[in-house]
């Protein structure tokens, strides 16, 4: 706590409710999520299995964890949900994969492997694949996942190959199903689709590109009644205090700011 400037104290003392950390490169960010880490964890609001850390790239989550070892020693093994979007979401796949129809011992389709299932279905379909490229196929199904569409729920307007958009996702996803198979894309998607069977799990769906998991992470509503030990869930959090601050940090220009959004970090409930 010593080295950090008002700001960033506020930050990591404020340990109800979601935080967001508004700050320039280098300026201190990470400094904040994990000294906050390591206060939540000092003050006993959390075991480290408890607390759900995610991150976007894989060098972020090894720069998070090298770090958080720095300040906290070897307890910094008990994260277990630290990691980016997907490795977290790979990992409680695996425990609800039957939730999707899947075995735990699912696999996750390259992108060449997915191209060439929908070669086969574009096929199947008298597509002519020379105009409608598995490649593009594909990335319209990713572009449908990232925004949290399933088949049923694919608005009408979403489309390809002339009205056969929604039938060769739906043909996709079944395919999948039968290889106990599934693509990045659905480690975010299938979490959506489980927290939705489960109405005990109330949550916000909603955005863009993975946003819809992002959504559904920050907002505070993991199940209460998830009895597999691991993935018990986050925070009833109350309102937090949105509080605006100038920059004090020596060469640093940008402003900082600590609101009431949204925090990498999110605290489970006991
Ligand atoms: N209040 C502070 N006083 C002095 N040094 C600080 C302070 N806060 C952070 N630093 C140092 O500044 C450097 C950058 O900090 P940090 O990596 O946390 O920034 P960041 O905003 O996460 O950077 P990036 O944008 O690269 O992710 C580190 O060496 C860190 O120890
Ligand atoms: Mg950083």
Same mark, same amino acid.
């Given at each position: 706590m010593a080295g950090l400037n008002p700001e960033q104290r506020l930050a990591v003392e404020t340990t109800e409710g979601p935080v967001l950390v508004l700050a320039g490169a280098g300026t201190g960010k990470t400094r904040v999520l994990t000294t906050r880490l390591a206060h939540i964890l000092a003050t006993g609001k959390?075991?480290?299995?408890e607390l759900l850390v995610v991150t976007f790239t894989n060098k972020a989550a090894r720069e998070m964890r090298e770090r958080i070892t720095h300040l906290?020693?070897?307890?910094?093994?008990?994260?277990?949900?630290?990691?980016t979007f997907h490795s977290v979401a790979a990992q409680i796949l695996r425990r609800h994969a039957e939730l999707v129809g899947?075995? =735990?011992?699912f696999t996750i389709l390259d992108m060449d492997d997915q191209e060439r299932v929908l070669k086969q279905l574009l096929e199947a379909a008298n597509i002519d694949t020379k105009r409608w490229t598995p490649r593009s196929l594909s990335g319209m199904i990713d572009h449908w996942k990232n925004r949290g569409w399933t088949p049923d729920t694919l608005p009408a307007g979403e489309d390809f190959a002339n009205g056969k958009g929604k039938g060769l996702y739906a043909a996709y996803q079944a395919r999948l199903v039968s290889l106990n198979a599934c693509d990045f894309g659905d480690l975010l998607l299938h979490n959506l689709t489980i927290l939705g069977k489960n109405p005990a799990w109330p949550r916000t769906i909603g955005g863009g590109s993975n946003t819809s998991w992002w959504t559904s992470i920050r907002t505070? /509503?993991?199940? =209460? /009644?998830?009895?597999?030990?691991?993935?018990r869930p986050p925070p009833a959090t109350s309102a937090a205090s949105a509080m605006t601050t100038s920059p004090s940090m020596a060469g640093a220009a940008p402003r900082w700011t600590t609101s009431s959004a949204s925090s990498g970090i999110s605290r489970a409930r006991r």
């Amino acid at each position: 706590m010593a080295g950090l400037n008002p700001e960033q104290r506020l930050a990591v003392e404020t340990t109800e409710g979601p935080v967001l950390v508004l700050a320039g490169a280098g300026t201190g960010k990470t400094r904040v999520l994990t000294t906050r880490l390591a206060h939540i964890l000092a003050t006993g609001k959390a075991r480290p299995w408890e607390l759900l850390v995610v991150t976007f790239t894989n060098k972020a989550a090894r720069e998070m964890r090298e770090r958080i070892t720095h300040l906290i020693g070897p307890s910094a093994e008990g994260l277990r949900w630290l990691g980016t979007f997907h490795s977290v979401a790979a990992q409680i796949l695996r425990r609800h994969a039957e939730l999707v129809g899947l075995k =735990s011992s699912f696999t996750i389709l390259d992108m060449d492997d997915q191209e060439r299932v929908l070669k086969q279905l574009l096929e199947a379909a008298n597509i002519d694949t020379k105009r409608w490229t598995p490649r593009s196929l594909s990335g319209m199904i990713d572009h449908w996942k990232n925004r949290g569409w399933t088949p049923d729920t694919l608005p009408a307007g979403e489309d390809f190959a002339n009205g056969k958009g929604k039938g060769l996702y739906a043909a996709y996803q079944a395919r999948l199903v039968s290889l106990n198979a599934c693509d990045f894309g659905d480690l975010l998607l299938h979490n959506l689709t489980i927290l939705g069977k489960n109405p005990a799990w109330p949550r916000t769906i909603g955005g863009g590109s993975n946003t819809s998991w992002w959504t559904s992470i920050r907002t505070p /509503t993991w199940p =209460s /009644t998830c009895g597999c030990g691991c993935c018990r869930p986050p925070p009833a959090t109350s309102a937090a205090s949105a509080m605006t601050t100038s920059p004090s940090m020596a060469g640093a220009a940008p402003r900082w700011t600590t609101s009431s959004a949204s925090s990498g970090i999110s605290r489970a409930r006991r």
